[in-house]
């Protein structure tokens, strides 16, 4: 599912499925009653988030779509009290509109695109590898100013989208109070920490743009983020580690001031860390090449020549990670 291009200008409990049921096989091989698939897939759901680390061994469920895998990693062993063996043909049939639903509702989750002030344009690319994604992407208005999110959770699929869609939440709310930036980031950090289990965390860039042009951000353990100036292209690391890895860290913020043209990007690993199929790395040196090939472009053509280098580079290899890419321009 390949959320094409959007751009704009800053301005401004599924309940079970009635009818369907599929079987419990119980630790002895036998099988009790039916239950929903609505409270299979939340039992499901839940087993995967909990139980993450144990489920990325040995691939014993998948269910597939006509072009999506749903679930990729889930282990063979006690923890999996239900298995797609015992559902029949509806039931999977059930499954796969709930997972359907699922990557629906996270759709809805992408920013929406109305605008009013000309002061800064914005612009995304969103392509998860399969149904469920979990790289994070979202903008919105403050009382300061426009805020701006890109992330990427741990590992992939059912788990990953429930931590995504968890961080949106958060950062959602603790925006309506417009904290610091570092204050904010380190309340995030310490709600991600207390959900998470071992391996479990989360890098991501959170901005504030302001209206007089400068920007601050807060990097936690994200790639760079690439500032495009007007003859030049300057790289910024990473202000702190990933969202999950300790509780009570700091999360020191980064200001930069922006002309008129300059424009910032930003990207998951989804991008860099790719390979073809030789097995070579696309890499950072590749998409700073690119930037600097288009300094004074416009956000979505910027991203459309990312994403041309990049299909150049892959030369028909599959994507294998969620990938997403935003770029936010001064305009005035």
Request: proline residues 5%; glycine residues 8%.
């Amino acid at each position: 599912m390949d959320h094409s291009i959007q751009s704009t200008s800053y301005g401004a409990d599924r309940k079970p499925s009635p009818g369907l049921a599929c079987v419990r096989r119980e630790r002895d091989g036998t099988r009790s009653g039916p239950i929903a698939i609505g409270v299979w897939l939340d039992r499901l759901m839940t087993m995967l988030l909990t139980n993450y680390s144990m489920c990325d061994q040995d691939n014993d469920l998948m269910v597939r779509s006509n072009e999506h895998e749903f679930v990729e990693h889930t282990n063979a062993n006690p923890l999996l009290d239900f298995c797609l063996d015992d559902l029949t043909h509806k039931e999977r049939d059930a499954l796969e509109s709930e997972l359907n639903l699922a990557a629906c509702l996270q759709q809805a989750l992408l920013p929406r695109h109305d605008s009013s002030d000309p002061a800064w344009q914005i612009c995304y690319h969103y392509a998860p590898a399969g149904l469920l994604s979990g790289d994070y992407c979202d903008f919105f208005e403050s009382y300061s100013g426009l805020f701006f999110l890109l992330g990427d959770v741990s590992g992939k699929g059912v788990a990953a989208s429930m931590l995504k869609s968890h961080l949106h939440a958060t950062f959602r709310s603790l925006a309506d109070s417009d904290p610091p930036l570092d204050v904010m980031v380190e309340a995030a950090n310490r709600i991600f920490s207390q959900i998470t289990v071992a391996g479990q965390f989360a890098t991501l860039v959170v901005g504030r743009a302001e209206r007089d042009g400068y920007v601050e951000f807060v990097s936690a353990g994200h790639p760079p983020v690439l500032h495009l100036r007007k003859d030049t292209v300057r790289y910024e690391s990473a202000t702190g580690i990933p969202l999950g890895v300790s509780d009570g860290v700091r999360f020191p913020s980064r200001r930069l001031s922006l002309d008129p043209g300059d424009m910032l990007l930003l990207y998951t690993d989804g991008l860099t860390e790719s390979c073809n199929s030789a097995g070579e790395e696309y890499g950072f040196r590749r998409i700073k090449r690119v930037a600097t090939q288009h300094l004074r472009t416009t956000p979505s053509k910027l991203i459309s020549e990312c994403l041309s280098d990049h299909r150049s580079f892959q030369s028909g290899a599959k994507q294998v990670d969620d990938l997403t890419l935003l770029v936010i321009r001064r305009t005035g």
